[in-house]
């Protein structure tokens, strides 16, 4: 059935076919897979009362599994109270990464960007303007990398390439000769410069004229581009897609729930069938005040639909649901079945497939936060940032940089007097320092400078 939609959907031939798979895989995650069918699902007959399929149907029930599961993945890695702190022994830099963390939104745009690559891959554009930081994401579907020939995970340079209608450049302040004719747009980043191109029609071919005006050169020696690839098992472009296993069961449980509607609502509006011959002249109305009188030899009865077919539906749906989420290590945990509240370490083995998901997205966007603060730090030494007015100094270099991530699930009163005692335990016996005790639980009793903290207990004992 997915193929059966794919077939539906255009496919321009002009771009990659990567830019379809990932068109369509975007129109899952949005829930506009169905848009392509050309009938709604009570369409039963076409104009010629022809009989229409239901693969040619829109569904009219539509369970958004893959965003659920999308949902539930970027939560643990990037949701409130999951977002890792950025470690460094040098306490200036660390303190200026937090404040510009704080000041770019970079929390969100990280959560964006786990939305969005979910579908295979994601570029992450980190601007400097008027010396704050920004961050923006920007959907692969229409951009192509190019890596170093010596450094295979560095950019070269990413072309951002596709069509758009003239009006709407137009409005963009564009000069356009034709409006009604559609264009190519191209810009280009490399370690120097952000080229833009003018845009041409398409029967002209790609643009090659640079447009000067609009083009800017940052000199900044890189490319100010982190490119994620969502799962590993992709190419050397896209990762795997998060939800591409489930995708077909979820269709399967979009036109099972639609068909168990449609029962019901005939079961609501029962079809009455006369046989011959009836003995009934003029038009017949059907309800409990109006009784039909039919001849000796003839009968008339309601064709209902029976409870229990609704009833196998459902179950059927929630087995189809088990395996998708199986699939995808989704989270399969129900809150009926819990009887009481569960520390956190329960929950982790509860959830563990959805855990081992989570892990998996920790390693690639993880990465690419840390390809940023390192681009934050490089880009200190060439533009003088500020954050809320105040400028910065520049950051050494050579400065590393670490992530330290929270556990999975706030511990509950217990975990934390156990962990209390371990840690205790571990610093008396000289088994563990008290910085490493401290960090360990700074996420739990937010604690956002760990040597701050430390020189606060030293105060606090002398």
């Known amino acids: 059935m997915f193929d059966t939609i794919c077939a539906l959907i255009p496919a321009d031939p002009d771009y990659p076919a990567r830019t379809t798979r990932l068109d369509v895989l975007n129109r899952v995650l949005e829930g506009r897979l169905y848009d392509a069918l050309p009938y709604a699902f009570h369409d039963e007959r076409g104009a010629d009362g022809a009989y229409i399929p239901l693969r040619r149907r829109r569904p009219s029930v539509r369970y958004p599994l893959a965003r659920i599961v999308v949902d539930d993945s970027l939560s643990l890695v990037f949701g409130e109270g999951h977002f890792p702190a950025l470690e460094c022994a040098d306490a200036r830099v660390r303190a200026a990464l937090a404040d510009i963390a704080r000041d770019s939104g970079l929390n969100a745009a990280m959560l964006e960007a786990a939305l969005r690559g979910s579908v295979g891959s994601v570029a992450v554009l980190m601007q400097v303007l008027r010396g704050r930081v920004l961050f923006r994401v920007l959907p692969t579907a229409f951009l192509t990398p190019r890596w170093q020939a010596e450094a295979p995970d560095m950019l070269a340079s990413v072309t951002e390439c596709y069509k758009v209608a003239g009006a709407a450049l137009l409005a963009q302040g564009f000069e356009i000769a034709d409006p009604a004719q559609i264009y190519w747009f191209q810009r280009v980043w490399d370690d120097q410069a952000e ?56 269709i399967e449980i979009d036109y099972q729930l639609s068909q168990a509607g449609r029962g019901l609502k005939y079961s609501s509006d029962p079809t009455l069938l006369i046989r011959e011959p009836a003995g009934i002249d003029g038009e017949m109305v059907r309800g409990a005040g109006n009784a039909l009188v039919v001849s000796e030899k003839g009968d008339a009865k309601l064709l209902e639909i029976g409870g229990t077919a609704a009833a196998a539906v459902i179950e059927y749906v929630r087995f189809l649901r088990e395996l998708a989420l199986e699939g995808v290590h989704g989270n399969r945990a129900s809150a009926d079945r819990l009887s009481a509240p569960q520390s956190g370490r329960a929950l982790e083995l509860m959830n563990q497939g959805l855990i081992w998901l989570a892990d998996n997205l920790r ?63 571990l610093t008396a016996s000289g088994q563990l320092s008290r910085e490493t005790a401290v960090k360990s639980i700074a996420d739990v009793y937010d604690i956002e400078d760990v040597a701050a903290e430390l020189a606060l207990i030293a105060r606090e004992r002398a």
């Open 363 to 425: 390693v690639s966007y993880g990465g690419a936060l840390l390809q940023l603060a390192d681009m934050i730090v490089r880009a200190s030494a060439i533009y003088p940032l500020t954050v809320r007015g105040v400028a910065l100094e520049p950051l050494p270099s050579d400065a590393r940089i670490s992530l330290r991530w929270p556990r999975w699930y706030p511990p509950d009163a217990e975990d934390r007097q156990r962990d209390a005692a371990t840690l205790q335990t």
């Open 195 to 250: 080229t833009w191109f003018v845009p041409s029609p398409v029967s002209a071919g790609r643009p090659v004229l640079v447009d000067a005006a609009r083009s800017v050169r940052h000199g900044l020696g890189f490319v100010p581009l982190a490119w994620v690839k969502n799962l590993p098992g992709g190419d050397d472009i896209d990762g795997a897609c998060t939800f591409r296993p489930a995708i077909e069961t979820g």
